[in-house]
């Protein structure tokens, strides 16, 4: 049976042990150390955030561990010189380089800022007053864009405009056939029309009717044609082949839609004449340049002197007749 070591073995033994755990020791404290030298901190850029563990002393070391380049014009806060505190947050903003185009001026500048309303407020620029932006206000900023205003208002417009008459014809048969007199003058009435105009950079775009209202009436004019016949007036009523000559002229675009003498309705393919005696319905054969036409009487007229007939538009059309001529014509008869 062995002997038990003497005090000094023991004490060197205990020695050897104390040796052996004072690197372990400092091997821990170390690393719990680091661990305890980390702080957490929250980088904002340009409105994207990120989590970082850190042992970085100041803002600049941690935006180099982050690997985010900041150069002048941009705006970090804390100071890249500011201590890192666990917890803090650090926000990063870069400035943008953009042009903006105010009244064809040109300037560049670097905003700090998200969309095209802050490019604009950075310039000292209201853009909630009387501003036509392109882009959007809302529009993200981007480097290098260009940005174009214009100065943008609505101005009210007032306008006066004439009201044309129409014309009322009726018969009389108190007035010698042919007869045409005017019985009430027509009288152009007027009214006020309001326009909202749109003007950019002094120049006025669409208008857009907001009002409209007459200021007068119109007074229709009122014509009267007389249907007496004169003594000893014989109504056209045989046959003829005898073909003669006369000036006629001719009426159109601006009669469409008035009634003739015996009631119709002219239209621009109305194959009708006028004239200032024979009797409605009386056929007549027109000749001219080659082409021939029958037509019936159901107007009156022509008033002007010198001339015979007054062909209706689609008589015209058929002869390609125009301006006053002379037309071959024989009566056929009602």
Not at 57 to 83: M, R
Not at 241 to 253: D, I, L, N
Not at 267 to 281: K, N
Request: hydrophobic share 45%; net charge negative.
């Amino acid at each position: 049976m062995g002997e038990r070591p003497t005090g000094a073995a023991r004490f060197l033994k205990t020695h050897y042990i104390i040796a052996a755990l004072i690197p372990a020791l400092i091997i821990i404290l170390s690393v719990t150390g680091f661990v305890w030298a980390q702080k957490g901190v929250t980088v904002m850029v340009d409105g994207a955030s990120s989590f970082y563990k850190t042992q970085s002393d100041d803002v600049a070391g941690l935006l180099d561990q982050a690997e985010i380049v900041v150069s002048d014009g941009d705006v970090v806060t804390p100071a890249l010189a500011a201590q890192v505190e666990d917890g803090m947050i650090v926000v990063v903003r870069h400035a943008v380089p953009v042009t903006v185009v105010i009244s064809g001026e040109a300037t560049e500048i670097n905003v700090i800022g998200l969309t095209v309303a802050d490019a604009l407020v950075a310039l000292g620029v209201d853009p909630s007053t009387g501003l036509l932006v392109e882009p959007a206000l809302d529009a993200p900023l981007a480097a290098d864009m260009t940005i174009q205003t214009s100065e943008m208002f609505v101005r009210l417009v007032e306008e006066r405009r004439e009201i044309p008459f129409e014309t009322t014809t009726r018969n009389d048969a108190t007035l010698a056939q042919g007869t045409r007199k005017v019985e009430t003058e027509g009288v152009p009435g007027s009214e006020l029309l309001v326009y909202e105009v749109i003007v950019i950079d002094g120049v006025e775009g669409d208008r857009t009717l907001k009002a409209q209202a007459a200021v007068t009436e119109p007074v229709d004019e009122v014509v009267v044609l007389g249907t007496k016949r004169s003594v000893g007036h014989t109504t056209v009523s045989r046959d003829t082949t005898e073909w003669r000559t006369a000036v006629c002229s001719w009426y159109g675009p601006g009669f469409y839609g008035r009634t003739t003498a015996s009631g119709l309705t002219l239209t621009e393919d109305s194959v009708i004449v006028a004239h200032r005696t024979l009797a409605f319905g009386t056929r007549i054969e027109f000749s001219y340049n080659g082409r021939t036409v029958v037509a019936e009487v159901q107007d009156r007229g022509p008033f002007a002197s010198g001339r015979t007939f007054d062909l209706g538009p689609g008589v015209a059309k058929a002869l390609g007749f125009s301006g006053v001529r002379s037309v071959s014509y024989r009566i056929l008869g009602n």
